[in-house]
């Protein structure tokens, strides 16, 4: 039951893009594609994961004076690991995403879950916060990312080969033929534009929901 909660927290209640709007900075930068949306959000993932496992291991061991250098020690390690990795497997991806992926350790967002449940609750507990958190702010990426790109180039899966090989070719739809790029979608303001709707669309939903509630509850009060 708790872990069930954890991830509607982490997916939907306090995602990290929509709700905490923290990780700004690669998610309108990076976003222009599906693919590139789905790099970079792996690549947090990832290091979410690793980070807030080691520090739920050690946090009976730091000192709490010293506890936020040890964490980002930790996080910029992972990060590093992360990089060669991406480096090393998805070369031309890793290329694209450029200085952002070693930028993931200034990430608010991984520092912040160290720091708020990490160092207060067992490896278990945070690395299900961690998946949580993570694939929230993913799936934010990659529809993002599916908007501009779908806008900006009238395709979805655009050069998916550089996380899926030669399988990825097979993967790219294309939405409209001879579609000329729209420009501003692939563009900074096209991502804040995008994000804006995103986030106007989960507080339409969420209040929806607690219309509904509050609605049934009045109904149980007088019946």
């Known amino acids: 039951m708790i872990n069930k909660q954890i991830f509607k927290t982490g997916l939907w209640d306090n995602n990290v893009g929509l709700v905490q709007l923290l990780g700004l900075c690669p998610l309108l930068a990076v976003t222009s594609s599906t693919i590139n949306g789905l790099g970079m959000g792996l690549a947090t993932t990832v290091t979410l ?35 060669l990795l991406m480096n090393a497997y998805f070369h031309d991806l890793y290329l694209i995403l450029g200085i952002f992926i070693p930028l993931i350790v200034t990430n608010c ?3 912040g879950r160290a720091e708020v449940f990490a160092s207060r ?21 990659v529809v993002l990312g599916a908007m501009r790109e779908a806008l900006g180039y009238g395709t979805l899966l655009r050069q998916a080969d550089l996380l899926f090989g030669q399988f990825g070719a097979y993967l790219q739809i294309t939405l409209f033929d001879n579609y000329r790029e729209f420009l501003i979608a692939i563009l900074p303001p096209g991502a804040f534009i995008g994000l804006g709707i995103l986030i106007a669309v989960k507080n339409i939903i ?18």
Not at 50 to 74: G, M
Not at 217 to 223: I, K, N, P
Request: aromatic share 2%; charged share 15%.
């Open 49 to 83: 994961l690793i980070s807030s496992a080691l520090v739920s291991v050690t946090r009976n061991l730091v000192p709490a004076d010293v506890r936020i250098p040890v964490f980002v020690l930790i996080i910029a390690a992972t990060v590093t690991i992360v990089e």
């Open 109 to 111: 967002a991984i520092i």
């Open 121 to 141: 609750n067992s490896v278990a507990e945070s690395v299900t916060d961690a998946l949580a958190m993570g694939l929230g702010f993913t799936l934010v990426l």
């Open 206 to 223: 969420d209040t929806g929901q607690s219309r509904k509630k509050i609605s049934a509850q009045t109904e149980a009060a007088t019946a």
